[in-house]
């Protein structure tokens, strides 16, 4: 199997400076995991490598969408799997660095995810009842959770069957949720006092390098704040901001409260989903990568 090293964890944890490392120690390259660094213009307050951090290591899927643009798991499910194998045909190591947990597991596991708009045949020639009854027939278990009234479900399901020749709950039953890839996934961690101290640090660090004025550009630029680009944390809280509903510091306290928050759902989600090896000491994980690299571990 490819081997694929991953390193996750809260936000402001030191991930981007950890993941440069590891590709110059370990012959490697980054695939970027998060969900906002994708998109072109939105550098501060995504935390975006900086142009010398970009100059010392090769990153994937920074930088490749405009703001107006959509993205979705599925979406990097597909890149991340192509540079992964990129990457590994040129004899280097895939290092996914990130904090979207949902895309990194996407990505590595066996999921199967499908199109929002794969209705090819709109059936427009039957009722509901005659589409319930048709996937009665070839899924009968996917009725379970849609509902006779419920049209557009009831045509995406058919049209899957048409396309993969399966039923969404055959395909899903065949999943065994188990890696696609020989991978260690590295946890970077902090005590909650030194981890919220780097955060709030963090948000103040942004303000000054310009958030502000960054997110005016994209705003005159004709970004709005219900695009998705948008909705990541250290921009969509600055909407009252510019609506003049609150003040410049009340937004600044959202950033910080809400990255908080963030960063105690992330740690749940890889703990919950992820075989995550723990570390606060770097140096240890360093030695633990080199063992898996060594097929030591």
Not at 123 to 142: C, F, G, I, Q, T
Not at 162 to 184: M, R, T, V
Not at 260 to 272: G, L, S
């Amino acid at each position: 199997m490819q081997k694929v090293l991953v390193i996750v964890g809260p936000t402001a944890v030191g991930k981007t400076e950890f993941g440069i490392k590891c590709a110059n120690t370990f012959n490697g390259e980054i695939i970027s995991g998060d969900s906002i660094q994708i998109y072109r213009g939105l550098n501060i307050g995504s935390a975006k490598p900086n142009e010398k951090e970009l100059s010392e290591a090769k990153h994937y899927l920074i930088d490749i969408k405009d703001p107006k643009d959509n993205y979705s798991v599925k979406q990097f499910q597909e890149l991340g799997r192509k540079y992964i194998d990129e990457i590994s045909s040129n004899n280097k190591l895939p290092i996914i660095v990130g904090g979207t947990g949902l895309y990194i597991k996407a990505c590595l596991y066996d999921y199967v995810f499908f199109d929002e708009d794969e209705e090819d045949n709109q059936y427009e020639d039957l009722s509901n009842e005659e589409l319930y009854e048709r996937l009665n027939k070839y899924d009968p278990e996917a009725l379970k959770k849609i509902h006779i009234n419920n049209r557009k479900r009831l045509v995406r399901a058919l049209n899957i069957y048409e396309k993969h020749h399966q039923g969404i709950s055959e395909i899903k039953a065949n999943q065994e949720h188990k890696p696609i890839y020989d991978c260690l996934i590295i946890g970077l961690t902090l005590d909650k006092e030194s981890l919220y101290y780097r955060i709030n640090k963090r948000v103040d660090k942004m303000i000054k390098e310009g958030l502000i004025d960054e997110i005016d550009g994209l705003l005159k630029n004709g970004v709005d704040f219900s695009d998705q680009s948008m909705q990541g944390i250290g921009y969509k809280e600055f909407k009252p901001y510019f609506q003049k509903e609150k003040s410049l510091d009340e937004c600044i306290e959202d950033v910080k409260i809400n990255s908080r928050h963030f960063a105690k759902r992330q740690y749940t989600f890889f703990k919950n989903q992820l075989d995550v090896k723990w570390f606060i000491d770097k140096q240890e994980a360093m030695e633990t990568i080199e063992r898996w690299i060594n097929d030591e571990v």
